[in-house]
């Protein structure tokens, strides 16, 4: 590479993942070019399709995403379909080194009879925060409603099931969302946890925020309080998980109220079967009964339970979608890679966060793509908090300018910043800015001002094209 010119890098998705991988190329001692490629017109990813709209708390991490782009060296192309607009042996032309941070969107699977008929979380996460790649509307008919796992996502969809759609109304959601939330009939919410409550994948604050709403109680069976040795170790190791637990006793001891929507925490309940009417309309949920062997495991009792539910939901992880024409990981739904650097085959080194039998010790020994690299959720799977993507970043980064240094990488032909600009007007690609992004921000709190709210969210793909500054002549 000349010395006279930045190192360019192309980093795919504009998530909290890519945009901690841009401020770390940025802070580092070599002068550096990137630009951020988002399939949406809008940045931020997981933070604005992602976090449910009554958590503005955690949607407050944006102001830090803020700042990176609005660095002189990071610029944003939104609105570009990498593998469909452009493709991957297209941008090695423009750049010395690509970064792939595509995230998680689609839904894991449940294995077990009639699990066809549950809805993935992704799916009504995508509707209530108004992705144009999710449906418009919502049927919510079902009056008793499950949620099959114990993490934050399942919390998520519980309270918004729960709450009222004027409730959400002071939030950003779409009139479409809305119109969906205010018909909504569920009474109870049912969320199940095979193992117990020092297994249990909430966070504290959000545990806590379930019954902030009037219309709430949250309701967990003093007989789900149980914990083995290795359950009161995770609670000794680790306060966050303490305070979980701590929470939960709270809500088993309270006295009940007369709020009209019932939030139950089920644990120790195994799904079993999801039974439905010659309509295929669910009627039931079956689950059976476990119970912990000592080491935080826990086995089946063989007592089965039903539950009356209409509708059933699966919060048990995302999964990303493979990449065009890169290799990947059929078993863990991650590009195979070795510290962020992507190999020509799976499996990865790192495997998946604790999961048992996901990682390849010998991925060391093989060979490596010069030049790709990866970086959050497609590169180690769904798992960890926002914060957590910022230790891979780093680590992505370290390595690829261990090998930039050693002369690996890319020999673009066009590493010119103009020259990206050019390609994509001459492909006839409507591209949005970082500058559009001002433009759609202050159209979006224009329309919330308008009727008391902070910001009201642009649904429609065609709309945010339209309110940014997709004028690239100017």
Known sequence: MPANRPLRIAVIGSGPAGIYASD???KSDIDVS????????????????????????????IKSLHRVLDKPEVRLFGHVNVGEDVTHDELKEFYDAIIYATGATDDKDLNFPGAEHTIGAGKFVGFYDANPHFDESWNLDAESVAVIGVGNVGLDIARVLAKTGDELLTTEIPDNVYDSLKNNKAKEVHVFGRRGPAQAKFTPLELKELNHSDTIEVIVNPE??????????????????????????????????????KLYLHFFESPVEVKTDENGQVTAFITERTELTGDGRVQGTGKLNEWPVQAVYRAVG???????????DERTNVLPNVGGRVLTEGPTADGIAGVPGTADPEAEQRERLPGVYT??????????????????????????????????????????????EQWLADKGIA???????????????????????ERKKVRSIEEMVKYSN???TE
């Not at 290795?230 to 303490?242: G, T």
């Not at 959050?376 to 390595?399: C, F, H, M, S, Y």
């Not at 949005?432 to 308008?450: H, I, P, Q, V």
């Open 24 to 26: 770390a190329l940025t």
């Open 34 to 61: 990137v630009d951020i490629y988002e399939r949406m017109p809008a940045p931020f990813g997981l933070i604005r399709y992602g976090v449910a709209p009554d958590h503005p708390r955690i949607k407050g991490i």
């Open 224 to 261: 789900d309080i149980q914990y083995d040795e290795a359950s009161e170790d995770a609670r000794r190791n680790s306060k966050i998980q303490d305070m979980v637990c701590t929470i939960l006793e709270q809500y088993a001891i309270a006295d009940p109220t007369d709020a009209p929507h």
């Open 318 to 328: 995302y999964k990303s979608d493979a990449l065009h024409s890169l290799p990947w």
């Open 375 to 420: 970086t959050g959720w497609v590169r180690r799977g769904p798992v960890g908090l926002i914060g957590n993507t910022k230790g891979d970043a780093n680590e992505t980064v370290a390595n690829l300018l261990e090998d930039h240094a050693n002369g690996i990488g890319f020999d673009p032909s066009k590493p010119e910043e103009e020259a990206v």
């Open 431 to 453: 591209y949005t800015t970082w500058n559009g992004w001002y433009a759609l921000d202050k159209y979006e709190r224009e329309l919330g001002e308008s009727e008391g709210r």
């Open 470 to 472: 997709t004028d690239q």
